[in-house]
């Protein structure tokens, strides 16, 4: 037996596409979605969420895109009081110009802030895959632990061709998640890294037809819709087929290949809780 949980990305970031994300959660697909708490639209989209307690959701931890929740990490790292993207973060970290106490307290403000909406928080991961960072993983792990989240995301490299970004990606999370340190290691291993924002029937079937006779695993998607108005930002719209995924996730070929694939669609809240006992504090 093969359990699947279908995650979506980036809830809370663009209505338009939050509302797909709605969508796969409606037609079962998606059970899981991590939401992007520091955005502006949170509260008003969370809403949504409440409406369909069926589904699991967690904090896509953010130190990248959007405003930050507090003013002492706007200070340390934001740029005109916005997040200046992946490559400055990561590298604001590791020079030791962002403290991991500033980051803590930054994402100790996007999980109460989650919290504060009504969600039950089941898992951690983050945007851009951040959390990867040795001194950040340990810090989701704590942080995971304080508020009682039992699953934080666990990555994999994955076979996707020979081009030089693919091979960069894939020696990063090696080298990053091969450090990993502490409780969470009995997550279930995160696939769909090769097709983030691509994801189509065909890296689907690939992806499902590596995957062993038995266990638990995540995917990782991006389904949403398309509003040219409210999205203007060139390399997103160069990176995420947003509408493609969502058409996926939400037609008959989609049931039809996990079938196919001995995968059956499950939940966090299905699993076993992982060892180690956990705390509650807010």
């Not at 980036?10 to 209505?15: A, K, L, M, T, V």
């Not at 062993?212 to 390399?235: A, K, N, T, Y």
Request: hydrophobic share 45%; net charge negative; aromatic share 6%.
């Amino acid at each position: 037996m093969i359990g699947l949980i279908v995650n979506a990305d980036d809830f809370g970031e663009y209505r338009c596409v939050s509302a797909g994300i709605l969508q796969c959660i409606d037609a079962g697909s998606v059970l899981a979605t991590g939401v992007m708490a520091n955005s502006p639209l949170f509260e008003e989209l969370a809403t949504g969420l409440l409406r369909r307690p069926w589904a699991d959701y967690g904090v896509h931890l953010n130190l990248s895109r959007g405003q930050p929740l507090t003013e002492v990490v706007a200070a340390c790292l934001a740029d005109n009081g916005v997040f200046p993207g992946k490559s400055r973060a990561a590298l604001a970290v590791l020079a030791g110009r962002l403290p991991v106490a500033c980051v803590e307290q930054e994402w100790r403000a996007q999980i109460e802030r989650a919290l504060d909406a009504g969600l039950t928080l089941r898992f951690l991961n983050s945007h851009e895959h951040l959390h990867l960072i040795p001194a950040l993983r340990r810090l989701t792990l704590e942080l995971a632990r304080a508020y009682g989240i039992p699953w934080v995301r666990v990555l994999q490299p994955e076979r996707s061709g020979w081009s030089p970004a693919a091979w960069l990606r894939n020696a990063a999370v090696a080298l990053l998640q091969g450090a990993r340190t502490g409780s969470g290691a009995q997550s279930p291993v995160c696939i769909g890294l090769a097709a983030s924002g691509r994801l189509d029937p065909a890296a689907l079937e690939q992806l499902l037809g590596r995957l062993p006779d038995s266990g638990c695993f995540e995917l990782m998607c991006h389904p949403g819709h398309l509003d040219l108005q409210e999205v203007s930002d060139q390399r997103l719209l160069g990176y995420h087929r947003w509408e493609d995924e969502c058409r996926l996730l939400c037609s008959q070929d989609f049931p039809a290949i996990c079938s196919a694939a001995g995968v059956t669609m499950t939940r966090f809240r299905d699993l076993p809780c992982p060892a180690g006992e956990l705390t509650w504090a807010r």
